[in-house]
């Protein structure tokens, strides 16, 4: 339910004494050994905690393998979340930024550690067994999406981050490309879904920060109230665009029962979470929370649909080729060909 870290996977292996060096002439770092375990359960950007004497830090690096570089750019992370973190509680404050690819492999930064409940899976009891109780979180996941897309990323300093006109299109054609590119097998399926998102492009609805990955497992609830989220992670494809996109995203990873056990199963959200609130029940709370049109969100929702299964292919496809040995990727493809059956069928029932 809230695992915590282990030792690093072999293959995803830090220096210890190269990271002892540079953050001995670069930080301000309280001096002492340092220890490096892995928070096991990202599959995109990799994620170690760092011990230094009696403090500790996160490490976030790309992952091994990576061929998609504008989206693992830890610059662009680290500077968003320099100037997020001081206007938005739950990003976490970063800390140290390091471009020399010598020191461990890669480009990486250091941020504070947000500790806090991460549910994967199966909920705590008292969420468990309590209807109202399980409202109320999902009312507060949702209110703490709309609280971001309400920001004003423009005095926030972060209004370059991206073009808001025209991201429904660059972002449907541009993840369309990304799957061809990955693409190991036939899912005519997904290829159904893909072909009507490119003919029904709509157009953008006001423009707000996004972040592109808004789930249970990208956020920290306080384990003495776990309507209060005390931490959201992995800011890894944040920028402006449409809100709606951001919502069609968090649907597509939420699952019904239709969708079938191993759907289920998959640690994105509180499964019981899942099984008694709806993602039309969602929607409603992020129409009344935001104010914002939701009519559309049919199309938000296969979009977000297909985006995880990009992603999961893309991570397959690095499995494939042998640029990681995580044996928890050799079954994506079985993922992606159950997201293409998802979508689709959202096609063809016209409803999410």
């Not at 423009?154 to 590119?181: I, M, N, S």
Request: net charge negative; glycine share 6%; charged share 25%.
């Amino acid at each position: 339910m809230n695992r915590e870290t282990t030792s690093v996977r072999a293959g995803e292996e830090i220096s210890v004494e190269d990271l002892s060096r540079y953050l001995e002439s670069h930080s301000k770092l309280p001096a002492g050994d340092i220890t490096i375990e892995q928070f096991p359960a990202g599959s995109s950007n990799l994620t170690y905690l760092v011990r230094t004497g009696s403090d500790e830090f996160v490490l976030r690096r790309p992952p091994f393998g990576n061929t998609v570089k504008t989206a693992h750019d830890m610059r662009r992370e680290f500077d968003v979340l320099t100037k997020l973190s001081a206007v938005y509680k739950p990003a976490p404050k970063p800390i140290l930024f390091c471009d020399d690819e010598l020191v461990i492999g890669s480009e990486f930064y250091l941020m504070e550690r947000r500790h806090g409940l991460v549910i994967r899976g199966r909920a705590p009891e008292q969420l468990e067994n309590s209807p109202d109780l399980q409202r109320a979180v999902c009312e507060s996941f949702i209110h703490n999406l709309a609280d971001l897309h309400s920001l004003d990323y423009e005095a926030v300093g972060l209004g370059d981050l991206g073009h808001p006109e025209g991201y429904c299109r660059r972002q449907v054609e541009g993840w369309t490309k990304r799957y061809f590119a990955s693409k190991t097998n036939e899912w005519p399926e997904l290829e159904i879904a893909i072909a009507w998102l490119n003919e029904n492009i709509p157009t953008e609805s006001r423009a707000s920060l996004v972040h592109n990955d808004y789930k249970f497992d990208n956020i920290m609830l306080d384990p003495d109230d776990l309507t209060k989220i005390t931490a959201v992670l992995d800011w890894e494809m944040v920028t402006v665009g449409d809100p709606l996109m951001d919502l069609g995203t968090t649907l597509g990873y939420w699952m019904s029962k239709d969708a079938g056990e191993e759907m289920l199963n998959m640690p994105f959200n509180p499964r019981v979470l899942m099984e008694n609130i709806s993602r039309e029940q969602l929607v409603e709370m992020y129409a009344a929370t935001s104010g914002r049109d939701a009519s559309n969100i049919l199309y938000y929702y296969i979009f977000g649909t297909f985006k995880i299964a990009v992603i999961a292919q893309q991570i397959y496809a690095r499995f494939v080729k042998g640029f990681t040995n995580d044996q928890r990727f050799s079954a994506f493809d079985r993922f992606v060909q159950a997201l293409g059956r998802i979508a689709s069928a959202a096609v063809e029932r016209n409803t999410i």
